[in-house]
């Protein structure tokens, strides 16, 4: 029975990801063949040759760990006051009628339109990028935040007003874990936007990190290093939503969801 | 309170925070060499509009935009109905879905330089890409979860195997659809005006940036407004539409 449920495991692994090796051959064996101007598609093999150099000599981890600083930088100042900002949107009325407006308008704005006057007032250093991924980011985290705690089970507080619970206790011990999946799921919608702001504002200013090694790649003709570039990227996205998926399983280890999904 | 003064009321402390810049410059608070009054920017945009630029790079913005944004809706809620509905579509898309999606979009630009140019194919390529997965997935998603009971009453009432996608899963998935199309469309402006900055060939995310090298700061911060109020604007007209259409819903 071992041997059976092992090999019917490798099948279902071959089977959930099959098509991704038959691109992947597709693009090593045509590019092989000729069909496609090696300059636009350089072959596979290629690609991760002039990643695996790019590694060896430090260049690829170096630009990306500039990358995943800025693009947490950005993110925690973002993950902190969007937090605090939706929670208090919904204890206080006067900061719902102020915020809510703001919220809804600035939800749909392009606000990487913004990155030019973020420069001209912060400079060209880290600080305007990390300041551009804060304003991406803190808008759908304040939206999470609010609906997550404003939409508490009213059980839950009774319960604790009845037993005498302050109002401090009340927001920290009961109100934040209750929405703490909500707010995670706003985290994890606003994390992916983090690294894309922080690839363009990079390609922009044109000096460090991913975006600055791609962008460089383009104006220099190597085609090569813009397809290693894609693919540290790509990396480096799957790092952190692997991250995001482990953190969210441990600090909702109290919560259905987590009990639900270790069963299956 | 009548339904005229409604919306002014709630945009209230937008007008209130719009009035704090202007008198915030007047008062010198700001330093008008890096930061122009609200005033000296609605003159830049009044004269930027004058001058034809604005509404001209406007207009290839749009087209950029929504040309992007169609393709990607088009594509991307025919291959989530597919993949709900055939587990062979399923199995060849899934994995590539999830191998690409951890991919920041925006990485993508620099492969449509070298491939497409300059042009306005390299923007819409990105805008397309960019919308395609949420749009596949939110539709994927909400195709699955409709609810088992209004098939069974669909087939129970004799309605043909092949009309049921179309008939019964798509209205039935199209809350969750369009909810997915929004986060889309924000995607779609964000893409827009990253392409244009990176490649520069007219449209505003270009003009912000020839704005700024001149050191028209009016102007540039007038054009952001521009960018700002379309990307609004097209916002609330989707979700007019999305009422609409949901209108038989309650």
């Given amino acids: 029975m071992a041997t059976r449920s092992t090999t019917s495991w490798l099948w279902r692994g071959f089977e959930r990801n099959v098509s991704i090796v038959v691109v992947l051959a597709l693009w090593e064996i045509t590019t092989r063949a000729g069909l496609f101007n ?116 009213k059980y839950f507080l009774w319960s604790a007003q009845n037993l005498g619970t302050t109002r401090h206790t009340l927001f920290w011990k009961v109100i934040v874990p209750a929405a703490a999946p909500q ?82 | 309170m009548s339904k005229a003064l409604r919306v002014p009321i709630f945009y209230l402390p ?18 008008p060499s890096i930061c122009p009054s609200l005033g000296a920017t609605l003159a830049a945009f009044a004269r930027l509009i004058d001058k034809g630029h604005l509404l001209e790079n406007a207009w290839i913005s749009l087209f950029r935009q929504s040309s992007g944004f169609f393709l990607a809706a088009s594509f991307g809620i025919l291959s989530g109905m597919l993949m709900a509905q055939s587990r062979w579509v399923f199995n060849v898309l899934e994995p590539l879905l999830r191998a690409t999606f951890p991919l920041p979009k925006s990485a993508l630009i620099p492969l449509f330089i070298l491939w497409l140019g300059i042009g306005d194919a390299a923007k819409v390529a990105a805008v397309f890409l960019g919308c395609l997965l949420p749009v596949v997935i939110s539709t994927y998603n909400a195709a699955r979860g409709v609810n088992k009971q209004l098939l069974w009453s669909a087939w129970s009432l004799g309605t043909a195997k092949w009309l049921i996608p179309w008939k019964i899963v798509f209205p039935a998935a199209l809350p969750e659809i369009m909810s997915g199309l929004r986060i889309a469309l924000a995607l779609s402006f964000t893409l827009m005006v990253s392409a244009e900055f990176l490649i520069g060939n007219r449209g505003l995310g270009t003009l912000i940036g020839t704005l700024g090298e001149d050191g028209d700061y009016p102007g540039m911060f007038a054009a952001v407004l521009a960018v700002t109020l379309l990307g609004f604007a097209a916002d609330r007209l989707f979700l007019w539409l999305n009422n609409r259409l949901l209108r038989w819903r309650d």
């Fill in chain 2, 14 to 31: 937008i007008f209130v925070g719009l009035l704090m810049w202007e008198l915030a410059a007047r008062t010198g608070l700001l330093d």
């Fill in chain 1, 183 to 264: 707010i995670i799921s706003g985290l994890q919608v606003a994390f992916p936007l983090a690294l894309i702001i922080a690839v363009v504002t990079e390609m922009l200013t044109g000096a460090d990190g991913l975006g600055g090694y791609m962008i460089h790649a383009v104006r220099f003709a190597q085609s090569d290093k813009v397809f290693a570039g894609l693919l540290a990227t790509l990396l480096l996205g799957m790092f952190f939503m692997q991250a995001f998926a482990i953190l969210r399983a441990r600090l909702l280890v109290w919560h259905a969801e987590t009990a639900s999904a270790g069963a299956t």
């Fill in chain 1, 38 to 153: 090696n300059f636009l598609l350089p072959p596979l093999s290629d690609v991760l040759a002039r990643g695996l150099r790019d590694v060896m000599n430090g260049e690829l981890p170096r630009q990306a760990l500039i990358t995943a600083y800025i693009a947490v930088v950005g993110f925690a100042l973002a993950a902190a006051a969007g937090v605090a900002a939706g929670a208090l949107m919904s204890m206080s009325a006067v900061v719902r009628r102020i915020m809510e407006p703001v919220v809804s308008v600035a939800f749909p704005i392009p606000k990487i339109s913004f990155l030019p006057i973020f420069i001209l007032w912060f400079g060209l250093d880290n600080m305007p990028k990390i300041m551009m991924i804060a304003f991406t980011c803190i808008v759908p985290i304040i939206s999470a935040t609010y609906l997550g705690t404003a939409t508490v089970d």
